[in-house]
């Protein structure tokens, strides 16, 4: 089945083929084995086993991965924020534990929607630095209509308003408007002009 258009993450590990088999032998599936970018890494795309798809990737150069996701402090143009919406959040939280470490860090009732379960990574940073309490994310369950479990990655705006108008005119679409979150920013769900899904996440100036 043809995927359709969407953003997938990256994440670092040790051992590209040592973690897609860890993949399969987990229950997930590896959908494009191991292969060789030269000058960019070794990656490998690989889906949890309730079908979330995301690739596992190693930089050529060590701590030479392209760092997209701002875990130490808000940068406009980074990511900020990876969601996961899964059929299963128990499983994934246990699957995605066992291989990159990440533990649940407290959690936000949903209401009939389930919980909200934040995700902390317990290794390190690329750069070697300890990431201690760094919140990378959170699971979710999956709302009604949603076609299949996926990841979400929320991109910092200094705008959030200014973003959605842009979004609009430049042939996308709003999925969910601007809503506060907690902290005091404001959050959006969207689709680029293939019908991919994105976030954004940023201030309100007005």
Same mark, same amino acid.
């Given at each position: 089945?043809?995927?359709?258009? #969407?953003?997938? /993450?990256? $994440?670092? $590990? %040790? +051992?590209? *083929?040592?973690?897609?088999?860890?993949?399969?032998?987990? /229950? /997930?599936?590896?959908?494009?084995?191991?292969? +060789?970018?030269?000058?960019?890494?070794?990656? =490998?795309? $690989? !889906?949890?086993?309730?079908?979330?798809?995301?690739?596992?990737?190693?930089?050529?150069?060590?701590? /030479?991965?392209?760092?997209?996701?701002?875990?130490?402090?808000?940068?406009?143009?980074?990511?900020?924020?990876?969601?996961?919406?899964?059929?299963?959040?128990?499983? !994934?939280?246990?699957?995605?534990?066992?291989?990159?470490?990440?533990?649940? %860090?407290?959690?936000?009732?949903?209401? *009939?929607?389930?919980?909200?379960?934040?995700?902390?990574?317990? &290794?390190? =940073?690329? %750069?070697?630095?300890?990431?201690?309490?760094? @919140?990378?994310?959170?699971?979710?369950?999956?709302?009604?209509?949603?076609?299949?479990?996926?990841?979400?990655?929320?991109?910092?705006?200094?705008? @959030?308003? =200014?973003?959605?108008?842009?979004?609009?005119?430049?042939?996308?679409?709003?999925?969910?408007?601007? @809503?506060?979150?907690?902290?005091? %920013?404001?959050?959006?769900?969207?689709? *680029?002009?293939? &019908? #991919?899904?994105?976030?954004?996440?940023?201030?309100?100036? &007005?």
């Amino acid at each position: 089945m043809a995927m359709p258009p #969407a953003w997938l /993450g990256y $994440v670092g $590990v %040790d +051992d590209v *083929d040592a973690m897609a088999d860890a993949f399969r032998q987990g /229950g /997930g599936a590896v959908h494009q084995p191991p292969w +060789d970018i030269p000058g960019v890494g070794r990656m =490998a795309l $690989v !889906a949890d086993p309730q079908g979330a798809p995301l690739y596992v990737m190693k930089g050529a150069v060590e701590g /030479g991965e392209s760092v997209a996701f701002s875990y130490d402090k808000p940068r406009p143009g980074h990511c900020a924020w990876n969601e996961l919406s899964t059929s299963d959040p128990a499983a !994934a939280k246990a699957f995605y534990g066992a291989r990159f470490g990440w533990v649940k %860090d407290g959690e936000m009732a949903l209401g *009939d929607m389930g919980t909200y379960e934040f995700l902390r990574h317990t &290794g390190h =940073a690329p %750069d070697g630095s300890p990431m201690g309490r760094g @919140i990378l994310g959170a699971v979710m369950p999956m709302m009604p209509g949603v076609p299949m479990p996926h990841w979400t990655f929320y991109f910092r705006v200094p705008d @959030i308003d =200014a973003a959605a108008t842009l979004i609009g005119a430049s042939g996308g679409g709003i999925v969910q408007p601007p @809503i506060e979150i907690p902290g005091g %920013d404001y959050s959006l769900v969207a689709t *680029d002009p293939a &019908g #991919a899904v994105f976030g954004l996440v940023g201030s309100r100036k &007005g």
